[in-house]
């Protein structure tokens, strides 16, 4: 069977951005070929797109060539939409509201995964969020970009959490959709003032570090990078009602790493293709026995495993 090969957070729009530079597409796209053995899907794991930080004309503009090298491989191109980019989700979502508003279905409707087609730069893609399941060889495989691993990040967000909880009851998947989408909206729509930009950047940081502290400095230290996620990829994968799941694939903390529990799923962080801190410029092949994470331009896998 084809290998997939998966790629997450290349944030194009920002300077950030590895893969904004031809060069480093083409040597990527060289290592698909070599390491792929037979790639024959490309999953595109969120924040492909940077729409939070970086207006979208400027994000598709950096991103223009590297869907033109995608294009010359003529693989299939699965996307699973992230936070940064959540506003493609929201296109689909008002597309088929103003569709049902023309047939006269005027209802309210939450639908838990979506799935589309859309071209992008030419291309046609299959889109889904959040999640994107796969069978391979009689394993399911689970993918997702992994914002909502960890709920409630942003301040104005866990004000609206501990508001629903006053009524006693835990958030549920539509709940913290909705939720999200007010904040992830709002950020989108400031990407063009450059001062609102700084400031969602400074406010993230605080809330970011308090969460931490809330969660206790030494869980750091404590927890591998997927170990400390483990106990939420359960949760989520009950929630979203997956059944039961192989492997569980995402990106989101740029942090690639991989895990398992001897009951549980085998769990893998893809990392990101961003400068800055720590491992970068990292992808995953999916092979017909295991996964193996790579960092280009390195000729030995980071990390490999054979698939339980």
């Known amino acids: 069977m084809e290998s997939a090969v998966v790629i997450s957070d290349t944030h194009f729009g920002l300077d950030t951005s590895t893969l904004a530079d031809p060069k480093e597409v083409d040597y990527l796209i060289w290592e698909l070929w070599k390491y792929g053995r037979g790639c024959g899907e490309v ?88 999640t994107y399941l796969s069978e391979r060889l009689g394993r399911r495989f689970l993918f997702a970009h992994g914002h909502h691993l960890d709920g409630m990040q942003a301040i104005s967000l866990q004000v609206v959490e501990r508001i629903r909880k006053i009524s006693g009851e835990e958030p549920s998947p539509a709940d913290l959709e909705r939720m999200m989408a007010y904040a992830y909206e709002s950020i989108y729509r400031s990407s063009y003032i450059g001062e609102m930009v700084d400031l969602e950047e400074r406010l993230w940081k605080v ?17 591998t990078p997927v170990e400390g996620h483990y106990g939420a990829i359960r949760k989520f994968i009950k929630a979203y009602g997956s059944g039961k799941v192989d492997c569980f694939v995402y990106g989101d903390t740029h942090k690639a790493d991989v895990y398992r529990k001897e009951d549980g799923p085998l769990a893998v962080n893809v990392g990101s293709f961003t400068c800055g801190g720590g491992v970068q410029d990292t992808y995953m092949v999916l092979g017909d026995d295991g996964i193996e994470l790579r960092k280009l331009g390195r000729e030995e896998p980071l990390f490999s495993r054979i698939l339980p």
Request: hydrophobic fraction near 40%.
């Open 207 to 223: 809330s970011s570090a308090v969460s931490r502290i809330k969660a206790g400095v030494l869980k750091t230290f404590k927890y």
């Open 43 to 130: 999953i595109l794991l969120g924040d492909i797109f940077d729409l939070w930080r970086a207006r979208p004309e400027e994000a598709l503009r950096d991103a223009r060539y590297f869907f033109d090298r995608l294009e010359d491989m003529d693989v299939k191109i699965s996307y699973v939409v992230g936070n940064h980019d959540h506003h493609m989700a929201v296109i689909h979502q008002e597309r088929e509201f103003l569709e049902r508003v023309a047939r006269g279905d005027i209802y309210s409707v939450y639908i838990p995964n979506l799935s589309w087609s859309q071209v992008i730069n030419g291309l046609r893609i299959d889109m889904y969020y959040p």
